[in-house]
């Protein structure tokens, strides 16, 4: 009984603040979902930008530079959205890189395909990843 009568008794008070609560709250989750997606735009952005830049060649140079594509490989692992993904880049690549005919001749490339891949398969085969990726999937 005490609480309806306090209720009745604030009840414009208490309109008030639900009002100003979500007046502040709306704005902050908009902006919120608003930055997320932008984030999730560059790191898509980003992603295709790596991947192009490892395997197409300068256009000024006609040539793609070991270092460069080393590098590429190696920040590859920052973008776990899409490590599946790349992992496949990367095996595929890996493999069709260290066979003849289009073996590069360079293993410093090949040991940061290693590597990389490494990382990555280390990184989801943890368990709590790979429960959370069943859990995601069912």
Not at 13 to 39: Q, T
Not at 47 to 55: D, G, N, R, S
Not at 77 to 91: A, E, H, P, Q
Not at 102 to 122: A, V, W
Request: glycine share 2%.
């Amino acid at each position: 009984m005490k609480i309806v009568n306090f209720l009745t008794d604030h009840l414009i008070e208490i309109i008030g603040i639900v009002i100003a609560y979500f007046s502040l709250i709306l704005p902050i989750v908009r902006f919120l979902k608003s930055k997320r997606s932008e984030e999730k735009e560059k790191r898509f952005k980003n992603f295709h930008q790596l991947i192009k830049e490892l395997v197409q060649p300068d256009k000024e140079a006609n040539q793609t530079f070991i270092d460069r594509q080393v590098a590429v490989i190696f920040e590859l692992r920052n973008l776990k959205n899409y490590y599946d993904v790349s992992l496949r880049i990367l095996k595929g690549l890996r493999e069709e890189w260290h066979n003849p005919p289009h073996y590069s001749g360079n293993p410093r490339l090949i040991n940061e395909f290693d590597l990389t891949i490494s990382y990555i398969t280390k990184y989801q085969d943890k368990w709590y990843r790979r429960l959370h990726r069943k859990i995601c999937r069912t």
